[in-house]
């Protein structure tokens, strides 16, 4: 059974912290890119990353390039999500998520493009 939890969230003041754990169960790492994404309330689910085996790089959406930086596990089959710099518009519930594509073949289709998603970590900036 494919699954995937997320963990790691909290409050955080401005300029702080996080490092996100999606921890993966029924697949590897090998098989499906992982994807991070976050939905703040009234707005869209928006990509923040995605990353597989069959890339050559991380990809990162632009609010979060070279402040969020993602990491894999593999003996843990874990992927984290360190987020550094941490702004109020950063605050969302943030998700990872699965799908069987490399991620240079769904970096435009987003969401969609997914199959398995956890159940999503809240992430709160605020002083």
């Known amino acids: 059974q494919v699954q995937l939890v997320e963990s790691g969230g909290g409050l955080v003041q401005p300029g702080g912290s996080l490092r996100l754990s999606c921890a993966l169960s029924g697949f590897t790492l090998d098989d499906y890119a992982i994807g991070w994404f976050r939905q703040a309330p009234g707005k869209e689910r928006e990509g923040v990353s995605c990353?597989?085996?069959?890339?050559?790089?991380?990809y990162y959406s632009d609010p979060v390039k070279g402040r969020f930086t993602v990491s894999v596990d593999n003996a843990q089959n874990t992927v984290y999500l360190q987020m550094n710099s941490l702004k109020p518009e950063d605050t969302a519930v943030y998700y990872c998520?699965?799908?069987?594509?490399?991620?240079?073949?769904?970096?435009?289709?987003?969401?969609?493009?997914?199959?398995?998603w956890g159940q999503g970590t809240q992430v709160t900036v605020s002083s």
């Open positions: 990353t597989s085996s069959s890339d050559s790089r991380v």
């Open positions: 998520a699965a799908a069987a594509y490399a991620c240079y073949m769904i970096t435009e289709t987003g969401p969609p493009a997914y199959d398995y």
